[in-house]
């Protein structure tokens, strides 16, 4: 199984829905017509199999025109035909409810492999892939398997990030691993060799469903196996994907980015006020003169003392979730 020679594409997150704030194209033409590019470069070029890495819808039960469009271009894509390839998933986050595998029975990706257009199973030996389906704390998993290919939603990072992640220095692989590609983590980076034909690669989500994706090149990622040896891999840019200054709504994100500015001075200025309320015992005797000192207004201190009374921590946490 290990010497198994095949050629496919690997696509990132897709995240299939009707609308996302700040964008003003339609998203759902868009990420259709870049997920159809990507099929006929699989189909053009003549490959095996296409995976998709994870996320393909953006919500577990997206709306019905959502979940038809995806049917419409793997049922009938192809010229009216399905297509020539096998077509399988590896799980997202976001293909499930709660993040958790028990809930698969419910969701729009087992729609799509009931149907028999896309394949959810745990590895190919036919083609040499372990998919690496999203677990909680999958990126501490260690994953012990001999296909060649491992294809996970996971983020698998070339550098420290604030999410969980495992390194790609701390990634342990066997000897029969080689290639560690991932989703999940949506800006990709380039191929990268970590030591002689074992290649790490995420080629970034397909959609830009955030204005950090603002600058990203959108591609897919091929990759011929000869053997159970890599022996071409490359990143193919989509020329269907519009520029992200074409598809963002500057005036929105310049907007948006005022008001987190504004969130985060108002965030310093409670910090601030519980350092001076720390060192005292009248509590809202000192948050008052806080604001009077400060110039704070009343609604804002009102909004501290609320805050600071206990529900802050709620409130102010960060939710990064890909
Ligand atoms: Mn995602």
């Known amino acids: 199984m290990n010497k198994v020679s095949s050629r496919g594409l690997y696509i990132g997150d897709p995240h299939f829905i009707d609308h996302i704030p700040n964008r003003k194209d339609n998203f759902l033409n868009s990420i259709s017509t870049k997920f159809q590019e990507s099929?006929?470069?699989?189909?053009?070029?003549?490959?095996?199999y296409?995976?998709?890495l994870g996320d393909l819808f953006n919500q577990c039960e997206p709306p019905a025109v959502v979940r038809n469009k995806v049917v419409e271009i793997l049922a009938k894509?192809?010229?009216?035909?399905?297509?020539?390839?096998?077509i399988f998933l590896t799980i997202g986050n976001h293909d499930l409810y709660y993040h958790s595998s028990?809930?698969?029975e419910k969701t729009a990706i087992k729609t799509l492999e009931t149907t028999g257009l896309i394949k959810i199973v745990k590895?190919?030996?036919?083609?040499?892939?372990?998919?690496?389906?999203f677990e909680h704390g999958i990126e501490k998993h260690k994953i012990n398997v001999d296909f060649p290919i491992l294809a996970m939603h996971s983020n698998i990072l070339p550098h420290k990030a604030i999410m969980d992640h495992v390194l790609i220095s701390d990634f342990s692989t066997n000897d029969n691993n080689k290639l560690v590609v991932s989703g999940h983590y949506h800006d990709g980076y380039p191929i990268m060799e970590k030591s002689p034909g074992l290649f790490f690669a995420n080629p970034g989500a397909l959609g830009r469903i955030s204005v950090t994706d603002m600058k990203r090149t959108v591609q897919v990622m091929m990759v011929e196996l000869n053997r159970g040896e890599v022996d071409n891999i490359e990143y193919i840019p989509l020329t269907s994907a519009q520029p992200g200054s074409?598809?963002?709504?500057?005036?929105?994100?310049?907007?948006?980015?005022?008001?987190?500015?504004d969130i985060s001075e108002f965030v310093k200025s409670i910090d601030s006020a519980k350092i001076i309320i720390n060192q005292k015992t009248d509590i809202l005797g000192a948050i008052k003169q806080f604001g009077i000192d400060n110039n704070i207004?009343?609604?804002i201190i009102d909004e501290a003392v609320r805050r600071?009374?206990?529900?802050?921590?709620?409130?102010?946490?960060n939710n990064d979730d890909e």
């Open 39 to 48: 099929l006929e470069i699989a189909r053009n070029i003549g490959l095996d």
């Open 50 to 52: 296409l995976v998709i």
């Open 77 to 86: 894509g192809n010229g009216g035909k399905k297509w020539p390839f096998d």
């Open 102 to 104: 028990s809930t698969l």
């Open 123 to 133: 590895s190919s030996e036919k083609y040499g892939i372990y998919f690496g389906h």
């Open 246 to 261: 074409l598809i963002f709504d500057e005036k929105i994100i310049d907007a948006k980015k005022r008001k987190e500015l």
């Open 297 to 299: 207004e009343k609604q």
């Open 308 to 317: 600071i009374m206990g529900v802050a921590k709620k409130e102010i946490e």
